[in-house]
C-alpha cells in the first residue's frame, strides 16, 4: 500500500515550500494549500490526502484549529499535525489523534510526525 498523500496548509510560501520539500524527500506525495478555504477545497477533490500538516496561525476566517476540527468532522479517518510557532496547542485542544509540532522544526521532527500515521 502506498504512503498516503500529505496536505501541507501554510500561509507563508517559503514554509510551505520547505515542509513539502522535507516530506516529499521522506517518500510521500504532497499537496500545498495557502488557507483552510483552499484546504477544505482540495480534501473535497483528492480522496488519497490521508494527512493534514497545518499551521495554527492562518488567514481568513478559519484557522488551523478550526480547520482540524472540520476535518475530524467531515474527514475522520484523516490524520491530523498541526504546528505553530505564536501558540502551542495542548492536547485538550486538539482534535482527537492530532499531534502537535512547535516551530521551528526540523526535518526529522517533521517527517517523524508524519510518519507516526503510516501503518
Not at 4 to 12: A, F, K, S
Not at 28 to 54: M, N, Q, W, Y
Amino acid at each position: 500500500m502506498s504512503n498516503p498523500v500529505v496536505l501541507i496548509v501554510e500561509d507563508e510560501p517559503l514554509l510551505r515550500l520547505s515542509a513539502a520539500a522535507m516530506i516529499e524527500e521522506a517518500g510521500f506525495e504532497t499537496c500545498e494549500a495557502g488557507s483552510a478555504e483552499e484546504a477544505i477545497a482540495l480534501l473535497e477533490a483528492d480522496s488519497r490526502i490521508g494527512i493534514v500538516f497545518a499551521d495554527v496561525d492562518l488567514p481568513g476566517s478559519m484557522d488551523g484549529l478550526r480547520l482540524a476540527a472540520a476535518i475530524r468532522d467531515r474527514w475522520p479517518p484523516v490524520e491530523l499535525v498541526l504546528t505553530s510557532g505564536h501558540v502551542r496547542v495542548s492536547d485538550v485542544d486538539l482534535p482527537e489523534r492530532g499531534l502537535f509540532l512547535p516551530k521551528p522544526y526540523s526535518a526529522l521532527q517533521l517527517v517523524h510526525a508524519v510518519e507516526t500515521f503510516v501503518h
